[in-house]
Nanobody, 125 residues
Framework: VQLQASGGGLVQAGGSLRLSCAASGSGFRSYAITWFRQAPGKEREFVAGTWKYGSSTHYSDTAKGRFTVSRDNAKNTVYLQMNSLKLEDTAVYYC???????????????????WGQGTLVTVSS
């Protein structure tokens, strides 16, 4: 599967953005699709994800309550709605997918084979 992330941009603190991760190829429904982000000088970190077949969602502590991940299997797209953005949310956001990842590894970027190209989110004061 190929993934393409989009929707990043410049937003003021407190604002909102919606990121999209569009997938091409077969078998999308069987893929866990997860959002990660990487700020300058920092390691890539888990943000939020939707499990295989859209059976569940999961969030990092920093995303919980502010971000919502959703999945439209008919459009082969996963969304990340980000509200109440903070300066520290500034990062390149990546979507990643795998049909092989196991549940205990779903927050580990090393468990994912397929990656989108990343979309930059900049939150300004």
């Amino acid at each position: 599967v190929q993934l393409q992330a989009s929707g990043g941009g410049l937003v003021q603190a407190g604002g909102s953005l919606r990121l999209s991760c569009a997938a091409s190829g077969s078998g999308f429904r069987s893929y866990a699709i997860t959002w990660f982000r990487q700020a300058p000088g920092k390691e890539r970190e888990f943000v939020a994800g939707t499990w295989k077949y859209g059976s569940s969602t999961h969030y990092s502590d920093t995303a919980k309550g502010r971000f919502t991940v959703s999945r439209d299997n008919a459009k082969n797209t996963v969304y990340l709605q980000m509200n109440s953005l903070k300066l520290e949310d500034t990062a390149v956001y990546y979507c990643a997918g795998s049909d092989r990842v196991i549940s205990s590894e779903k927050s580990n970027p090393r468990a994912y084979v397929f990656w989108g190209q990343g979309t930059l989110v900049t939150v300004s004061s």
